[in-house]
Nanobody, 121 residues
């Protein structure tokens, strides 16, 4: 029905950069928003950056000015460019879309499996 393929996670030193990508495919009617969320050990999952179909973006205060979210390829692919990474950015990053499917025409959230980002010296 829907598939979210994430890539780009890994280990990076503080101050370094990393780019995450997420491609959505399947029996999708429309994707209203695409975004990235993260969850650190012992913490609640939190939104990092979200982009709408029209291109409007929203960022968490903790990443504003350092991260950039973009959406391309007919709105089915989302990227998260992460610069000036800090140890506190260490978390599992999840791709999420708010979308309707052919089999489920109402708008719902669909999540990727997550990718680990570790910022350490």
């Amino acid at each position: 029905q829907v598939r979210l393929v994430e890539s780009g996670g890994g280990l990076v030193q503080p101050g370094g950069s990393l780019t995450l990508s997420c491609a959505a495919s399947g029996s999708i009617l429309k994707i209203v928003t695409m975004g990235w969320y993260r969850q650190a050990p012992g913490k609640q999952r939190e939104p990092v950056a979200i982009i709408t179909f029209g291109g409007t973006t929203n960022y968490a205060d903790s990443v504003k000015g350092r991260f950039t979210i973009s959406r391309v390829n007919e709105q089915n692919t989302v990227y998260l460019q992460m610069n000036s990474l800090k140890p506190e950015d260490t978390a599992i990053y999840y791709c999420k879309i708010w979308a309707s499917l052919i089999t489920v025409p109402t708008l719902r959230d669909y999540w990727g499996q997550g990718t680990q980002v570790t910022v350490s010296s």
